[in-house]
């Protein structure tokens, strides 16, 4: 088989390289700078088993994503597969706005951590104040181009990975020289035993899983990647690996050095980590990394739900005004301005652990569409080569998806609630969409059936010349 191009209007301006550094760019950040205390909060010392079950669980649904981007590398990512796969239009556009709402969500943490404590470390500000500017300021960026956007990514990436290799650096030479306590990394602060212990790891997981979030992303950024059927997998599988095997050891070394009542306090977990290794480095500047790195993970969260929106209008989900391009920029104007205007109204809607979690329940629910939809898709053919999972990940993938959505993961009722009405709200943009796509019908109906009673006139009023 041989390479096909898919030709789209966007930019193609991503290498390998530059997709390597957009993948780990959009999963390092809040995740672990914001929630790490509060998934300590969750399961105690034992820190590290969540972030690992999390990873676990990312790279089955990784390798899904990544079949599926191969064989379709078009921009909508998940919207797309369902599609394609079950050709219900409700399911669709369903699965899109959880996607998109869940990267919104995401944003909202991410606009919450860089107003709370990092933030008062320089200044005392009202939180939703700043949240709202901090959001309307990464849209325009946004609008200037994807280019600018992705280049400010790598900066952001490097700078929020310099603050983790801070913490490890640290964190390890104070465990070297004797601090630290062992004994907390096997300790268990689960409420109850048996399934109420079982119920709070599986929470634990859940909002860890928050900080694995962003792999998913990539994919709608396929029109704007160079070669995708060879670049996606590396960039996705390599990001993955990297910034798991990252979590793993700063959750390690956090538990080792700090107990899990102060990190769940804490809503800059990784400075009281950085205070405790008792490093010459200082706290407004770990604090600067900290902010850098949550506005990393927003501005990619609000890439990719505008090139989702713009994706969804190209597939008639949306309105097609919804896929209207910057002429000069060429970037999606009317998904950036339509989504950070959601954003907007989210950042008021709960703190960091609500949005985070309600942003890994919705991603949870989608990854287990996502992962029936490859085996179905299995029957689909395409003329070109890409990658083929083994059938067992995307099994294990929808089973562990289902699990750590459902009520056995411990979780807020607001989690619940939000997601709802966000599911509510999307049902009401759909009704909506179809009204106007039927009125659009009746419409092209009523002209076609005007154009051939016309011409029906002019070939009864020939004959009736000729006789």
């Not at 996606?232 to 793993?248: D, E, M, N, S």
Request: hydrophobic residues 55%; glycine residues 10%.
């Amino acid at each position: 088989m041989t390479s096909s191009v898919v030709q789209t209007p966007l930019k193609r301006v991503i290498g390998p390289k530059l997709l390597v550094l957009f993948v780990v760019g959009d999963i390092l950040g809040t995740g672990i700078y914001a929630t790490t205390g509060k998934v300590a909060g969750k399961v105690g010392g034992a820190l590290w088993l969540p972030f690992l079950t999390g990873f676990l669980v990312a790279i089955l649904t990784a390798a899904s994503y990544v079949e599926l981007v191969g064989k379709y590398p078009r921009a909508a990512g998940a919207a797309l597969y369902t599609q394609k796969a079950f050709k219900v239009p409700f399911l669709t556009f369903i699965v899109a706005f959880m996607v998109m709402s869940s990267g919104l969500s995401s944003a909202s943490a991410a606009a919450r951590a860089f107003a709370g404590d990092y933030l008062a470390e320089f200044v005392s500000l009202p939180p939703t104040l700043v949240a709202i500017v901090f959001v309307l300021a990464l849209a325009a960026l946004n609008l200037r181009g994807v280019s600018e956007s992705v280049k400010a990514n790598v900066v952001l990436t490097l700078v929020e990975l310099t603050g983790l290799l801070v913490v490890l650096g640290f964190g390890t030479w104070a465990v070297l020289n004797g601090e630290g306590d062992p004994s907390r990394l096997t300790d268990f602060q689960a409420s109850g035993t048996g399934t109420a212990a079982l119920s709070g790891v599986l929470g634990a997981t859940a909002l860890a899983f928050f900080a694995f979030v962003g792999f998913e992303d990539s994919v709608n950024m396929a029109e704007e990647t160079e070669d995708p059927h060879r670049t996606f997998p590396r960039a996705i599988f390599l990001g993955v690996a990297l910034t798991g095997t990252v979590y793993v050891l700063v959750a390690v070394v956090s538990s080792l050095l700090v107990d899990h009542e102060t990190l769940a306090a804490s809503s800059g977990p990784l400075l009281e980590v950085v205070k405790a290794a008792g490093a010459v480095f200082p706290p407004a500047l770990f604090a600067l990394i900290a902010l850098f790195a949550v506005t990393n993970s927003a501005l990619i969260n609000m890439m990719m739900a505008s090139r989702l929106v713009y994706g969804m209008a190209n597939e008639r989900v949306l309105p097609k005004a919804m896929g209207k391009v910057l002429p000069h920029r060429r970037t999606p104007v009317a998904g950036i301005v339509f989504t950070a205007l959601l954003a907007v109204a989210l950042v008021s809607t709960g703190g960091i652990e609500g949005l985070g979690d309600t942003t890994s329940f919705l991603l949870l629910c989608v990854f287990a569409v996502v992962n029936v939809a490859v085996l179905v898709l299995r029957r689909d053919r395409v003329g070109h080569e890409h990658f083929r999972t083994p059938t067992a990940l995307p099994v294990l993938g929808a089973i562990t998806s289902l699990v750590l959505a459902s009520p056995l993961a411990e979780r807020s009722a607001d989690v619940y609630v939000r997601a709802g009405i966000l599911l509510v709200v999307g049902i009401a943009l759909w009704g909506v969409n179809r009204l106007f796509l039927r009125r659009a019908e009746r419409a092209e109906d009523a002209e076609r059936t005007e154009d051939a009673a016309g011409a029906a006139g002019t070939e009864g009023a020939g004959r009736t010349g000729q006789g």
